[in-house]
C-alpha cells in the first residue's frame, strides 16, 4: 500500500478499456511498412550497411517530399500573407500582393492568424464557388454550399458522421470500392458503420460496372441500411477515369436505390491517357436533367494536395453539397464549428488554386510554365511505370489513366506464399516487406486497399524512381 491508499491499479485507459473502433482501424498507407522504412533511414543515417543507400518512398503520393516543385505563385502569395511586411519588397509581382492583399483583408484583424468562419473565409468561398460554375460551364454553385476543410479527408469524415445512424440491421451501409483508397474503411470502422464493398473490375482497366453496385446493395440490405455511395475519380489507387455515361449509370444507380452520391475529386486535374476525360459528377448530374438535379443528394470533395500543386503539407479542401436538406445543413454547419476552422494558410493556398493568375497578369506565364510542367512530368511518369512493370515477370500493370498511382497485379509464386503464411502476413504484404529489407523500395501491399480473394498486388506511385528494377521473388 501506498502513502495515500491507493495502491497499485490499472490504467483508465488501456487496450482493453480504450474504445474498440479505434482497434479495428487499419490505415495501409502509413502502416508497418512505412514505419519499417522509417527505422531503416534512421540505421542508414547511424551508418548501418544495407544493400541500398536510400530509402524509395514510392506508398504516398507526397508530391514535394518526392521532388516536385512547388508552384512559385502560390508559394509567394502565401509568404506575403504569413509575413506581410513583405508587401513592401520590389522582389514580389504586383498581381501577388494584390492577391495577398485581398485575402489578408478577408481575414480577422488582416492576419492568417486568426480564425475564420467555421465554413470558411466567404471571400474564398466565393471564389470556389466561381472555379466550380467556370469548370462545369456555367452551372451555377452558391457559396453557401462550399465548406472550406483540412483537405478533403477532413470533409469525407464529416460528411460520413453525418451519415452514420441506427443499430443492428438500421445501421448505416457505406458502398465503397475494392480496391479503395483505407481512409474511407478507417472512417467506417471509427463510426461502427458497416462497409458495402463493390468491386472494380481489373480486367477491364478497373472499370465500375453497375450491376457490380446492384449485386453489392442487394446484398447489403439482407444486414444493415445501405444510404451512402462513395466513388473516387480519378481512383485511388488503381489510375481509372471514368467515362461520361458510367458516371450517368451510377447517378441513375443512385436516384434509383434512395442514395446519397459522394464524389471525391481530388485528382480532376491527373488525366494522362489519350481519350480519357474528367467528368465532375455534378455536371453531370444536372446534364442529366431536373429529374436527377432535383433528388439526388450529392457532396463533392476537392483539395490542394494533389493535381499539378501537391501541397499536401498546407491541408487545403473545400466540400461542395447538392440538394442538402436545410435542416441537415444546420447539424453540419455546428458539426464543423466543433473544430473552430480549417487552417487558415490551407484556406489562402485554396483561393489561389481556384483563382490563380489571369491571362492579362504578369505571373501567369510562369504560372502556366509551371503548371504544364508538373502535369507533363506526371503524365511521362505513368506511362513509365507501367512500361517498366511490364517487363517484370510476375508483374502486370493496367494502363494509368490518371491520379497518381498505379496498381499492378503480383503472381507470386507457391514457396512465396506458404512462406508469408508461416509468418502470419498477407503475401503481398510478405513481398512489399522483403522489397524494402533487400532493396530499399518502400510500397503499399494491395491488401491494405482490398482485393478479390486469391489476387494480390501493391500500389505504387508516379514519384518513385521509375528506373530503380523491383525484385522478381522466387
Not at 483583408?105 to 472555379?131: H, N, T, W
Not at 436505390?257 to 481519350?275: S, T
Not at 436527377?292 to 487545403?316: D, I, N, P, Q, W
Not at 508538373?374 to 489513366?401: D, F, R, Y
Request: hydrophobic share 35%.
Amino acid at each position: 500500500m501506498t502513502e495515500n491508499g491507493l495502491g497499485h491499479r490499472e490504467r483508465v485507459l488501456n487496450v482493453d478499456t480504450m474504445n474498440p473502433n479505434v482497434k479495428r482501424i487499419e490505415y495501409a498507407v502509413r502502416g508497418p511498412i512505412v514505419q519499417r522504412a522509417v527505422q531503416i533511414e534512421k540505421e542508414l543515417k547511424e551508418g548501418v550497411k544495407k544493400p541500398f543507400t536510400e530509402v524509395i518512398k514510392a506508398n504516398i503520393g507526397d508530391a514535394h517530399a518526392m521532388g516536385q516543385k512547388p508552384i512559385t505563385f502560390f508559394r509567394q502569395v502565401i509568404a506575403l500573407c504569413v509575413y506581410p511586411d513583405l508587401l513592401e519588397d520590389d522582389k514580389f509581382p504586383e498581381d501577388a500582393k494584390n492577391r495577398a492583399w485581398r485575402i489578408l483583408q478577408a481575414c480577422g484583424g488582416g492576419s492568417l492568424g486568426a480564425y475564420s468562419a467555421s465554413s470558411g473565409i466567404e471571400v474564398i468561398r466565393q471564389d470556389v464557388a466561381k472555379y466550380i460554375e467556370k469548370r462545369d460551364s456555367g452551372i451555377p454553385s452558391n457559396p453557401d454550399d462550399i465548406y472550406l476543410s483540412t483537405g478533403a479527408s477532413d470533409a469525407i469524415v464529416t460528411m460520413l458522421k453525418l451519415l452514420t445512424s441506427g443499430e443492428g440491421k438500421t445501421r448505416t451501409g457505406v458502398m465503397i470500392s475494392i480496391p479503395q483508397y483505407p481512409l474511407y474503411s478507417a472512417a467506417l470502422a471509427e463510426l461502427a458503420a458497416v462497409q458495402i464493398s463493390y468491386y472494380l473490375d481489373e480486367d477491364k482497366c478497373w472499370s465500375l460496372d453497375v450491376s457490380e453496385l446492384r449485386r453489392a446493395v442487394k446484398a447489403a440490405r439482407e444486414h444493415c441500411n445501405p444510404r451512402a455511395l462513395c466513388i473516387i475519380n480519378p481512383g485511388n489507387p488503381t489510375g481509372q477515369v471514368q467515362n461520361r455515361q458510367c458516371i450517368e449509370d451510377v447517378i441513375r444507380f443512385a436516384a434509383e436505390e434512395h442514395l446519397f452520391l459522394m464524389a471525391d475529386e481530388v485528382y480532376q486535374d491527373n488525366v494522362y491517357m489519350e481519350g480519357c476525360q474528367f467528368h465532375s459528377f455534378k455536371k453531370v448530374l444536372f446534364e442529366m436533367g431536373s429529374e436527377y438535379s432535383s433528388v439526388v443528394e450529392l457532396a463533392s470533395f476537392h483539395s490542394t494536395s494533389k493535381c499539378y500543386m501537391g501541397e499536401c503539407g498546407f491541408r487545403g479542401g473545400y466540400m461542395e453539397v447538392i440538394n442538402m436538406d436545410p435542416e441537415v445543413k444546420l447539424q453540419l454547419t455546428k458539426l464543423v464549428s466543433v473544430q473552430l476552422c480549417p487552417s487558415i494558410t490551407g484556406q489562402a493556398l485554396l483561393d489561389l488554386v481556384v483563382n490563380p493568375p489571369q491571362p492579362d497578369e504578369p505571373s501567369y506565364a510562369t504560372f502556366i510554365k509551371e503548371r504544364t510542367a508538373n502535369l507533363h512530368i506526371l503524365s511521362e511518369k505513368a506511362k513509365m511505370t507501367e512500361q517498366v512493370l511490364n517487363t517484370i515477370p510476375g508483374i502486370h500493370c493496367n494502363p494509368v489513366q490518371g491520379a497518381m498511382y498505379t496498381f499492378p497485379r503480383l503472381t507470386l509464386p507457391e514457396k512465396a506464399i506458404n512462406a508469408a503464411k508461416e509468418q502470419e502476413q498477407a503475401p503481398d504484404m510478405f513481398y512489399c516487406m522483403k522489397l524494402l529489407e533487400e532493396m530499399g523500395i518502400c510500397l503499399v501491399p494491395g491488401s491494405g486497399f482490398g482485393q478479390r480473394d486469391g489476387t494480390y498486388h501493391f500500389r505504387c506511385s508516379l514519384f518513385q524512381k521509375p528506373t530503380h528494377p523491383l525484385q522478381k521473388m522466387d
